[in-house]
């Protein structure tokens, strides 16, 4: 069974410009969250969407931003990137929340900024 | 604030001795504790979900335990394959859905 699949693996930009990250959640799992995390660090929570609907936002400021599309994929975007945003950005997917599904990461996008 | 605290940041065991790894929280209404197992260069590996004080998990060499304020993660005879990042996190009421707040993790080196 596939599991969740991040694109690119790696990616180099420069400061200011903007970042598209992409996730492609398990089948059948509605819910995708996304994460960064920084080396030496637990992964940080970013957003939440179920449904395509947002459900959940972490302390990020609000040049980060994300959607879910009809086939449960999702987007996370990143305007006006600073060196700090280098990390490596997680995706999770679960049938629903994670009380009662456990979420499933993907191995992530590493992104480099110069 | 949900917090997490994990320790020692580092081990290194012999194969065969085995150890406990210890999670320290402190959460408004706990939803759930989880442990992942996570490997250089890729993404967390989930291992066991804990909800409730005196609940306990097993998985080959691995069994997790949880009170109210900690859980450990006991590792029995390891191997050189368990060597890895393990990370607590911890959902809270006040969280919710799948906002995990996890801990920096304990890098776990087993040796031959």
């Known amino acids: 069974d596939a599991g969740v699949t991040q694109s690119p693996t790696h990616l180099i930009k420069t400061r200011g410009q903007h970042v598209t990250l992409r996730c492609s959640p398990i089948?059948?799992?509605?819910?995708v969250s996304w994460y960064q995390q920084v080396l030496g660090q637990g992964p940080q929570f970013i957003f939440q969407y179920y449904e395509k609907e947002e459900r959940g936002r972490g302390n990020f400021p609000d040049r980060f931003s994300a959607r879910q599309f009809p086939n449960y994929s999702s987007e996370l975007n990143v305007n006006a990137l600073l060196l700090g945003d280098s990390a490596l950005y997680l995706c999770?997917?679960?049938?629903?929340?994670?009380?009662?599904?456990?979420?499933?990461f993907g191995n992530g996008t590493r992104l480099t900024v110069t | 604030e949900d917090q997490v605290t994990q320790s020692p940041e580092a081990l290194r065991l012999q194969e065969g001795e085995s150890s406990s790894l210890n999670c320290s929280y402190t959460v408004s209404g706990l939803r759930g504790l989880f442990w992942y197992r996570q490997d250089p260069g890729k993404g967390p590996e989930f291992l066991f979900t804990?909800?409730?004080a005196g609940e306990e998990k097993e998985k080959e060499r691995l069994k997790a335990t949880l009170t109210k304020k900690e859980s450990f993660l006991h590792i029995t005879a390891p191997k050189p394959e368990d060597s890895a990042t393990y990370l607590c996190?911890?959902?809270?009421?006040?969280?919710?859905?799948?906002?995990?707040?996890f801990g920096t993790g304990t890098q776990l080196k087993v040796e031959l």
């Open positions: 089948s059948g799992h509605k819910s």
């Open positions: 804990l909800y409730s």
């Open positions: 999770a997917s679960s049938l629903e929340g994670a009380r009662n599904s456990p979420l499933h």
């Open positions: 996190a911890v959902v809270g009421i006040t969280g919710g859905g799948n906002k995990l707040t």
